[in-house]
């Protein structure tokens, strides 16, 4: 009797004890989705292993984490990543700002041609208070955003000339991604834009259905456009630059504990500094071995000069502050003012 007795007790207390643990253990999924558009060897889809690997040694294996490239949980419709990320069909995302501009507006201002003329724009945009209140409307849109990463300046391909004006790019059909923005930037440079997801851009572009392109170096090279897509003219015009935002959603976030909510924050913030480095490297002189290698694969590369680019900013002047009304006049000033006091 008695030691049934303790023996009862001693199960209580163990159930008691493990109750807590046994909820959050519940709570937790066998395998979180993580989307992204490029997979490897992309700087991106390399970002985002980095970030499953990194969150799967700091919670010491209780968070595991999957990545989908090729937006392959929206079948391949990168513009509506940010809803099924919402909505929790999707748990994370390393989301480019483009592709979610068509949800959130304000977004729409990293594709504001030419206001950010050169990286320390760029981080002075994502490190600053620009980069605060965009954390904020994303919060405010259901997801937890933990940090900054990076496609990359955005630059311009095509397979039939090289392009110093806007003049050259006349009649060219190009294919741009997600906001409108885009269509009337290349419509006001006097191009052909056409929309289409990057699945659907690069038979596009290896069949001759469409001209031109734009995009990173990075995505360029990986993507092998100047052989398999017959991309032989690259116009380094830097017009735009897509950061990368790591996020979750909010229920998947409330469900882990405390220190996991920390380990994955820390992993993002580490995965995404690794990303910038990556997302940058072989660009920027001294080291531009990126640049070197695109032409020494018989690519002609188009340094503008500076009345070359000042032609292509008048001409996309009329888009720039219309758009500035709809991104929010407000931001967009925030934003100029800190690109102008950038260190
Ligand atoms: O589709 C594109 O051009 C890409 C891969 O750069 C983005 O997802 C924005």
Request: net charge positive.
């Amino acid at each position: 009797m008695k030691r049934g007795l303790v023996l009862f007790f001693a199960i209580a207390l163990a159930a008691a004890w493990a109750a807590p643990q046994a909820v959050f253990a519940a709570d937790y999924k066998g395998e979180y989705k993580l989307s992204t558009v490029l997979g490897k060897p992309f700087p991106w889809g390399n970002a985002g292993e980095r970030w499953c690997e990194l969150i799967k040694q700091k919670t010491n294996g209780r968070i595991n984490v999957k990545m989908y490239p090729g937006t392959s949980l929206v079948g391949g419709d990168q513009t509506k990543e940010f809803t099924s990320i919402r909505q929790g069909s999707i748990d994370m995302a390393i989301g480019s700002t483009i592709n979610w501009s068509p949800q959130i507006q304000q977004l729409n201002l990293f594709s504001m041609p030419f206001l950010m003329p050169d990286y320390k724009a760029i981080d002075a945009l994502t490190g600053g208070e620009v980069g605060k209140d965009l954390f904020k409307v994303l919060e405010s849109k259901g997801v937890v955003p933990l940090a900054w990463g990076e496609n990359g300046f955005r630059e311009l391909s095509n397979s039939k000339r090289a392009v110093h004006t806007p003049a050259d790019l006349k009649g060219l059909k190009i294919r741009v991604v997600g906001s409108p923005l885009f269509l009337e930037t290349f419509t006001a440079l006097g191009a052909n834009p056409t929309q289409m997801s990057w699945a659907d851009a690069v038979p596009a572009l290896s069949s001759g259905a469409v001209d031109g392109q734009e995009n990173p170096l990075t995505v360029y090279m990986a993507a092998k456009l100047a052989s398999a897509a017959n991309q032989k003219f690259l116009t380094l015009l830097g017009y735009v630059a897509d950061p990368l935002i790591f996020v979750v959603n909010k229920d998947v976030w409330a469900s882990w504990k405390p220190e996991d909510q920390k380990a994955v924050a820390e992993a993002a913030v580490q995965a995404a500094k690794e990303n910038i480095a990556e997302a940058r490297k072989g660009i920027v002189a001294p080291d531009d071995s990126l640049l070197k290698e695109i032409e020494a694969a018989g690519v002609t590369l188009t340094r503008l000069t500076d009345a070359e680019k000042a032609e292509f900013k008048k001409a996309t002047q009329a888009v720039y502050d219309k758009w500035a009304k709809q991104i929010g006049a407000d931001l967009v000033k925030k934003a100029e003012g800190a690109i102008t006091n950038r260190k």
